[in-house]
């Protein structure tokens, strides 16, 4: 089991930067991969980025390519999520969730495995 909570989500105007961070319980985090997850207002939740256990490899949904970085720290147990050149269209609840990892790095959320509560970033224009 592990219990993952997110943090730094707010309110930003459009061209700005926020990092998320994920914080996860137990001593296991360095076996999950992990990903970053966004549901905006009306509209399914979609993928956003993933990174492996070791942090050696990254995908990123093509819209934030260039924008966003996901990285890991295993000896703070926390997965970050950097976002710059924010649009409002990046306007969503932002969720981090944990695989119990094959090495094979997924965009599909059902083979996730936790997830935390959300935290929302508001991207004004």
């Known amino acids: 089991q592990v219990q993952l909570v997110e943090s730094g989500g707010g309110l930003v105007q459009a061209g700005g930067s926020l990092r998320l961070s994920c914080a996860a319980s137990g001593r296991t985090f360095s076996s999950y991969a992990m990903g970053w997850f966004r549901q905006a207002p009306g509209k399914e939740r979609e993928f956003v980025a993933t990174?492996?256990?070791?942090?050696?490899?990254?995908y990123y949904k093509d819209s934030v390519k260039g924008r966003f970085t996901i990285s890991r720290d295993n000896a703070k147990n926390t997965v970050y999520l950097q976002m710059n050149s924010l649009k409002p269209d990046d306007t969503a609840v932002y969720y981090c969730?944990?695989?119990?990892?094959?090495?094979?790095?997924?965009?599909?959320?059902?083979?996730?495995?936790?997830w935390g509560q959300g935290t929302q970033v508001t991207v004004s224009s």
């Open positions: 969730a944990a695989r119990t990892s094959s090495l094979i790095l997924t965009t599909i959320e059902s083979q996730y495995d936790y």
């Open positions: 990174i492996s256990r070791s942090g050696g490899n990254v």
